[in-house]
């Protein structure tokens, strides 16, 4: 044991010791943990430029245009009676949708004729085509409901029923709730890899011999900066920024330690192949994105052609982020999740048995 715990702090003696590899395992996930959340900081867009075209100016069209003005969904650029001028504004993208009030809008309300304001939107961005339509659909509706209970005698007219909705686990609706969670189980899967990928080399090129204890004693120094990193982003940064979290908290331990240990597996078996420290950058330069958007966070599996589906649920990275998400936004029970967590054990099994039959081999033959 007390050979073990030598050669446990010369790992963290060596992590510090070598600049790139500290800054990978411990300096990046302090650095991402508050560079993702203050880039989406916003979480929604707001104040996005419409332009009015009020072709009738009445008493309703002015309560309507008072309404929209109180959104902070919507900025409202001009007021003008010409479409045509309106649609020039959208085109040099001065503003991002059109509010069409026809002239006949206070009169198919007061006799109950099929009539309807125009509402025209930009779909450059589709998360502004949202907001400017979440904004202008609430004003209007209540403005229209106000008016037509003056004409309730006379008029059959009324808004149609209201849709409410209600985020179950993204009460803001914000986009940093939701990448941030899923983009904090990737960034310790990379970390990770590259980290212990680069240590390994690091060893290999300078000819230490790598016994069972000593690969033990590297494996756990890194399954401490795993376990810790990921308590620090699940607790600590969700909880500052205030994204949805503790879902499952029970659930969230037991899952950490099996995700890291799957990781650092990944890491070893790769390794194992590396002629330079180096070579483990290459790799996570052009699968960092992949294996995000392969997650189904950002676009669904079932969107996807089936041949990718079934390569991304063999990929332990998706399993990781789905499984945190379940867990720490969703709150889902652990029993569901127990075929994720069997999966990610058997396949850490499998890649540390091979990646210690080829650290070892190859060490006592660099011996020799």
Known sequence: MQSLWQAYCQTFKDIVGHSSIF???????????????????????????IIIVDEEQSALSSKIIQHVS?????????VTGNFAEAKQWVKTQKADGILLLPSNLSQSIRHGEQGGIGLYLSAANFLVTKQIGLGLA?????????YAEKFSHISTFSPAMSIHQIP???PLSGYGSYV???????????????????????????????????????CLAIFSIGCLGCFYLFGFTLWFFDYPRGGNFTGMLLAVPISVFCIIGISC????FLDLPERAGHVIVFSSIPLFMLTGVAWPHAA????????????????????????????VPTQLVLAKLAYLFIFGVICFYFAYRRLIKTSSESSL
């Open 304 to 331: 996807m052609p089936l041949w990718m589906q079934f390569f991304a649920n063999l990929l332990p990275s998706t399993h990781i982020v789905q499984l945190f998400i379940q867990l720490n936004q969703m709150g």
């Open 269 to 272: 078996l790769f390794a194992s």
């Open 138 to 146: 609430t004003s209007v509706e209540n403005s229209l409901a106000e």
């Open 70 to 78: 109180q959104s902070p969904n919507v900025d409202i650029k001009a």
């Open 180 to 218: 941030f969670p899923a983009v904090a189980p990737l960034i310790i899967h990379q970390t990770i890899f590259l980290g212990l990928s680069m240590l390994l080399a690091v060893y290999r090129e300078r000819k230490v011999t790598l016994n069972i204890q000593r690969l033990f004693a590297i």
């Open 168 to 170: 179950l686990f993204n």
């Open 23 to 49: 800054t990978t395992l411990i300096l990046s996930v302090l650095f991402y943990s508050f560079f993702y959340p203050t880039a989406y900081q916003a979480q929604q867009a707001e104040a996005l430029p």
